[in-house]
């Protein structure tokens, strides 16, 4: 089916390590966005792509790496994880200016 | 960057009574869209507004576009349960194509 998912949709890490976070969208839209979703802050935009090769930063950036060599994929990468990453994680796409979202990926870190 | 402020931040209503949700902007946008969460969900996309005093209804949902294009409401007529969730409006037209979210309001409706 047609859509976007994100994997894995549970994930604990312990502080200091590597994580990456896998979006992949069907549809290939153009443009791609990484959320964290936290209580309190509603969602907040980590980063977002135009296109292949098309990165920017969005309002949270600071601790996350992205790449976007292909247009289906927009992995989120947390280079060394912080307990103040402990978030859900969303990822959409968006065709004209409707998004579209995954499910989320609850990370935890320990 | 563009930002809106999303009132109230939470809302309890008994079921059958009225909601309304408000996004405000210090600018002009050009659309503005609105977004459902059920709890444990995703956000879900419910409209779009573009025109100055639009006005849009999805069954008891009614959603205003402000003749300024400043604000937006969205009000729902009589609660169910099943409206449950945060409701979250996206100015359009944020300097680029970033989709940035207001706050949400959170609403909870008791049966």
């Known amino acids: 089916d047609a859509g976007i998912t994100q994997s894995p949709r549970y994930k604990i890490t312990e502080t200091g390590r590597q994580v990456t976070l896998m979006c992949h969208q069907t549809?290939?839209?153009?443009?791609m966005f990484w959320y964290r979703q936290d209580l309190g802050h509603g969602l907040r935009l980590i980063y977002y792509s135009a296109a292949a090769d098309i990165t920017d930063k969005g309002e949270v950036p600071d601790g996350y790496v992205v790449s976007r060599s292909k247009t289906e994929n927009f992995p989120l990468t947390l280079e060394s994880a912080t307990r103040s990453q402990t978030s859900v994680y969303f990822c959409?796409?968006?065709?004209?200016?409707?998004?579209?979202f995954g499910q989320g990926t609850r990370l935890t870190v320990v | 960057g563009q930002q809106v402020m999303q009132i109230p931040q939470y809302q309890h209503v008994q079921e059958g009574e009225d909601f309304t949700t408000y996004c405000n902007s210090s600018t002009t946008l050009s659309n503005i869209q609105w977004y459902k969460q059920r709890p444990g969900g995703h956000p879900v996309f419910l409209i779009q507004?573009?025109?100055?005093?639009e006005v849009k209804k999805q069954k008891r949902l009614t959603f205003q576009f402000g003749e300024a294009k400043k604000n937006s409401s969205l009000h729902i007529t009589a609660t169910q349960t099943t409206d449950v969730g945060t409701y979250f409006c996206a100015p359009g037209n944020t300097g680029g194509f970033k989709t940035i979210f207001g706050a949400g309001t959170r609403l909870f409706v008791k049966a």
């Open positions: 959409a796409s968006r065709r004209d200016t409707e998004a579209f």
């Open positions: 507004l573009v025109k100055s005093g």
């Open positions: 549809w290939s839209h153009s443009y």
